[in-house]
């Protein structure tokens, strides 16, 4: 008899889909017969400026060592993170993108006698961690597309180990601000961990939205968690970071993967973060692509969530996937979110000004098509 091999599996294992990414350039490519030069992907909130002069310097300086194992410590990065936040480097947790340690944290924390809360509408791989590890997750019906940061408060229980709040969220690009953000902290016990998802922050400009860093001292029991992927353009080398107390930090060290970012990751990012000319191109960009992509849903009706992030949720109706797949049929790569519960949306990543255009022009041709007019 054949062994079900699914079957010895853990149970939280048994029961998760895996994670869909946005479809690859070429993929699409190969599926239409499209020439890849001519496809467009606004899919997974990359940075449309391509990566920055100084961290392909240090990347292409990177890779006469690749015979060698990288700095399983991170040295370098870890004392420029330092630098750059005034933190300690004994506060910093490296990986390979933020997915990597959203799942050490979970896996430290949390075990099948845990509940984990999250929002409706977050991160998907919130549950899914929760959910691999055998812990209960909570999702916490959104309020306005994004946290509901009261009943958030409100589902923390004698069982709850972690909260993971995204600020600014994906994939709807809401928004809290300081205040509100505190008053929350200020609620949960010091016994439950909270983890600011903070994948977008670059991209806020103004006092009034929260720097997760700067509350580290009045909140010991909160983990900042920061990628590389976004705003500094190095989403293809995985590096992300958490910031905590020495305490939270040493624990996820201990099951930290050894080696877990790679050298050309670690000096691109070490070189990347002086970059400040990059960063501030980069807002400058994602500013004007939010405009334009805004005024360009107005023009046809189209609802949209207003964002903050260097991305934005359009609704386009019950045909949300048949719009989708006519938007593939132009070349034009979206994100459907029916995963998240947002089956009449689609997400899409700001882009350069002739591809924002591209995709506005796209989407018109593909509401007619489904019938929906522009």
């Known amino acids: 008899m054949a062994v079900d091999y699914q ?80 933190v300690e480097m004994d506060q910093i947790t490296l990986g390979n993108g933020s997915n990597d340690v959203l799942e050490v944290i979970a896996r430290c924390f949390a075990d099948a006698d845990s509940d984990v809360v999250f929002s409706q509408y977050a991160f998907a791989v919130y549950p899914i961690v929760a959910q691999a590890i055998g812990a209960r997750g909570i999702s916490v019906p959104a309020r306005d597309w994004g946290h509901d940061l009261d009943a958030m408060a409100d589902a923390v229980t004698d069982r709850t180990k972690l909260v993971f709040v995204a600020n600014p969220n994906n994939p709807t690009g809401t928004v809290h601000t300081r205040q509100a953000l505190e008053g929350f902290l200020d609620r949960i016990p010091e016994r439950v961990l909270v983890v600011l998802d903070e994948a977008y922050c670059e991209y ?108 934005i949720a359009v609704e386009v109706g019950e045909s949300a996937m048949g719009v989708y797949q006519a938007l593939l049929a132009h070349g034009v790569i979206v994100r459907p979110v029916a995963g998240y519960g947002m089956p009449r949306h689609l997400r899409v990543s700001v882009g350069l000004p002739h591809e924002n255009e591209r995709f506005l022009d796209a989407l018109a041709e593909a509401l007619t098509s489904a019938g929906q007019g522009a």
């Open 7 to 86: 079957s010895l599996a853990v149970k939280g294992v048994q029961a998760l889909s895996p994670y869909q990414p946005g479809k690859p350039i070429d993929e699409l490519a190969r599926e239409l017969g499209l020439n890849p030069s001519e496809i467009i992907k606004l899919a997974s909130n990359e940075n449309p400026l391509g990566p920055s002069e100084k961290a392909m310097t240090a990347a292409r300086k990177a890779l006469d060592e690749m015979c060698l194992y990288p700095d399983g410590n991170g040295f370098e990065l870890k004392q420029a993170l330092s630098h750059r936040f005034g």
């Open 204 to 311: 806020l400009v103004g006092d009034e939205y929260p720097d997760g860093i700067q509350l580290l001292d009045r909140y010991p029991n909160l983990i900042v968690c920061r990628t590389f992927s976004k705003a500094w353009g190095l989403a293809a080398l995985r590096v992300g970071y958490t910031v905590s107390s020495p305490a939270i930090a040493d624990i996820l060290n201990r099951v930290r993967q050894p080696f877990n970012v790679d050298t050309v990751a670690l000096c691109a990012a070490t070189a990347v973060l002086s970059d400040e000319a990059y960063l501030q191109k980069s807002r400058e960009v994602n500013e004007a692509g939010l405009r334009q992509l805004a005024d360009g849903f107005d023009r046809m009706g189209l609802p949209y969530i207003p964002s903050v992030g260097n991305f």
